[in-house]
């Protein structure tokens, strides 16, 4: 097809009356205009979003294949999240009177290395990731109890010690983001089925 598309370029140069360029001149045009067409043919595969083939065998798995699989034991509740949070791969630090989960969004070039076959991920690392805007942070269960004396279980209320928007027994932390949009988030937690 190359050897093709290389002849008949050099013909129609020749009949135009580009005769006066050397063979190597027409080669090297003639392999631009193979570059040229090929990156028109595949520009509306360029132009669509991609899906990111992120890390197949790293034991990572996205926010949405989570909730897919049912979650786990004390995070089982879903969010209307970002696309890029969605599709982000989820760490999760279960500690004794909380759990914390880290999203970091979809597309990075590359994501930490998990601590232990819980996805455990190093808090200070991925505390980096959130103030970079990379990544949220959530929050449940007792860790959130301390803010409810701040305010009723209805209202979404800032915990100056955490940096952390909560409401009910949930916190989110994503500095990156408005109180309004936090607040939509936090405002669309519904449990979720879990899977035997």
Known sequence: MKGVSIFRLMVGLAVVG?????KPQLAARANQSLVDSSV??????????????????????TWREFIERGGRRFVDRDYDLPTEFRNGYLYINAGA??????????????????????????????????KSGKAIKFNW??????GRIYGKDTELRFVK???????RLTCLEAPFMT?????????????ISQKK
């Open 18 to 22: 580009f005769g006066q360029f050397s």
């Open 179 to 191: 109180k309004q949009e936090i607040n939509k988030i936090l405002r669309s937690e519904r449990r």
């Open 40 to 61: 028109t043919a595949n520009s509306d595969v360029i132009n669509k979003p991609q899906t990111v083939a992120q890390q197949p065998n790293s034991g990572l798995i």
């Open 97 to 130: 009177d909380n759990t914390t989960g880290y999203i970091l969004k979809q597309g990075l070039s590359t994501y930490p290395p998990v601590k232990s076959e819980v996805r455990e991920i190093d808090y200070e690392e991925a505390d980096s990731y959130v």
């Open 141 to 146: 269960g007792g860790g959130a109890v301390s």
């Open 161 to 167: 010690e955490t940096g952390q928007f909560c409401l």
